[in-house]
């Protein structure tokens, strides 16, 4: 089984960066797509971006243009760069497969943007 480790997270004042990083226990060229996820207090989980396993990318509306999804299939990690933070991307971030695996769900990184 494999598990995600997420890390990177922390508090930024808006329009900072933050660079995620999901470190994988096994290769996740062979799990294929993956995907970072966030829930925000009092709100359900929701997809960010996903990336496939060729490298093919698709991000949510809300942080198009400002979040970047990429992996490097020969470390087993996927990373989320996040530019232009504001208030509202506030959440727990994990990373898990496209579609997701409920058995796969980490600790998450937190991220706080505030000034």
């Known amino acids: 089984q494999v598990q995600f480790v997420e890390s990177g997270g922390g508090l930024v004042q808006p329009g900072g960066s933050l660079r995620l990083s999901c470190a994988a226990s096994?290769?996740?060229?062979?799990?294929?797509?993956m995907g970072w996820y966030r829930q925000a207090p009092g709100k359900q989980r929701e997809l960010v971006a996903r990336?496939?396993?060729?490298?093919?990318?698709i991000s949510a509306d809300a942080v198009k243009g400002r979040f970047t999804i990429s992996r490097d299939n020969a470390r087993n990690t996927v990373y989320l760069q996040m530019n232009s933070l504001k208030p509202e991307d506030t959440a727990v971030y994990y990373c898990?497969?496209?579609?997701?695996?409920?058995?796969?769900w980490g600790q998450g990184t937190q991220v706080t943007v505030s000034s």
């Open positions: 898990n497969t496209y579609p997701t695996t409920p058995d796969y």
């Open positions: 096994g290769s996740i060229f062979s799990i294929g797509a």
């Open positions: 990336i496939s396993r060729g490298g093919l990318t």
